[in-house]
């Protein structure tokens, strides 16, 4: 089985990743990480300060492994049998990747792609949505088991849109 924990940057993905494999007992894929240390990028993109990802390359790194979970932003594109899509209020995001030093450019791209629902459009298959905010790690991971437990679909539980719109004034 091999499992997307996707979401926006800051949103938790490395955090549940690593209960719910303990959890399951599942290896965890660091998507960032293999993709920087097996070289599986087309260029650095020095505005946003991210690798532009091969997913020929990555896809090939990944074909002969299973029982994996993929902890990254783009892992729902990477042909997972489920997909968990964390969401976060863009306020809490925006608040972790200032944290982080990240440029006021990237942590406004990443909070409107909180904001306008950019992974959840983009997972196909089945996808379990799940509102993480001011949510304990462990709580997160039950309602997670359970739902793959149950074969649980679940998408457009929330709506920054209308709570957050002045974010997406340029
Ligand atoms: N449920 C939670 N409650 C409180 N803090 C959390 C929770 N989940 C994650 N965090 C905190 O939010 C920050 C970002 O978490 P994490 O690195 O797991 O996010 P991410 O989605 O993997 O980010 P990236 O995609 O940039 O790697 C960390 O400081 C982490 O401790």
Redesign the pocket.
Known sequence: MRIAIT???????????KVLAKRLNMEVI?I?DVVKRYRLYIDYDEDMESYVIDFEKLNNFLKDKDNIIL???VSHLLNPDYTIV?R?DPK?IEE??R??GYKDKKVLENVQAEILDVCLCESKGKVYEID?T????ED?VNEIIEAIKEGKERKGIVDWLSKYYEYLEI
Not at 7 to 17: A, D, E, L, R, Y
Not at 134 to 137: G, K, S, T
């Open positions: 979401g926006t940057p800051g949103v938790g993905k490395t955090t549940v990743s660091d960032t902890d990254g932003h964390l976060c809490i972790r990747l944290k982080r993480t001011n949510r304990d790690v997160i």
